[in-house]
């Protein structure tokens, strides 16, 4: 690879080395599967280049549910402006669980999805993840929203009461007293970004 280095440099061609080396994980994607990422994205999630692409995305969330509920999120977004972002729970390869920043941009606006790329930053130093069933994960992923239990619980097809149960559960969890507090502990970023699935 030094002999890659040292031709990039002195042909002042630097857009593969600065793809690849990147201190940020970067991943372009066609219709929802891993085309290319570089070294920082598959080190994150703990794999190999080699063993992400072509990979639907699916891989790399909690479960195949989560995936389903996240996966058209900022799709308006992306054909609005060509650019969306927020904070979501990703998964490594040994199964654990971190906070990660997804920034993305479309080259297919019409379809967003079609070809995009993608960077992510792993945010497990300032906000580590605390455990949540998928439910709860799915309740806070709506109030990040800005929605009320009502709403949540015509979503989700459970009673406002069910809502109500899990809220004061997560609020009791954290040592919190109300949904703003909850949305700050649980990352301290505007709660319009947050998606916790």
């Known amino acids: 690879m030094e002999t890659r280095i040292d031709d990039s440099f002195r042909d002042g061609q630097f857009a593969e080395l600065a793809y690849l080396y990147a201190p940020v994980g970067l991943v372009v994607t066609e219709n929802r599967v891993i085309r290319d990422c570089n070294h920082a994205f ?17 891989v790399l969330y909690p479960s195949d549910e989560e995936f389903a509920n ?43 999805l079609g070809r995009a790329v993608w960077s992510f930053a792993d945010l497990s130093e300032v906000r580590p993840y605390k455990p949540l069933t998928r439910r709860e994960r799915e309740i806070v992923s709506f109030l990040a929203l800005g929605l009320t239990s009502k709403e949540i619980a015509l979503k989700l097809d459970i009673s406002y009461r069910t809502v ?30 947050v998606v916790g699935r």
Not at 42 to 58: H, N, P, S, T
Not at 77 to 94: C, G, S, V
Not at 99 to 109: D, K, L, N, Y
């Open 42 to 58: 598959a080190q994150m999630f703990g794999y190999e280049i080699k063993d992400l692409r072509d990979q639907v995305f699916a």
């Open 164 to 193: 109500e149960i899990y809220r004061a559960k997560l609020l009791k969890k954290f040592g919190v007293a109300n949904t703003s507090s909850l949305l700050q502990s649980l990352g301290e970023v505007d709660s319009v970004h």
């Open 70 to 112: 996240i996966r058209d999120r900022g799709v308006k977004e992306l054909q609005t402006t060509n650019h969306y972002w927020d904070e979501r729970i990703m998964a490594r390869k040994d199964g654990s669980l971190f906070w990660c920043r997804v920034r993305g941009h479309s080259f297919t606006p019409d379809a967003p």
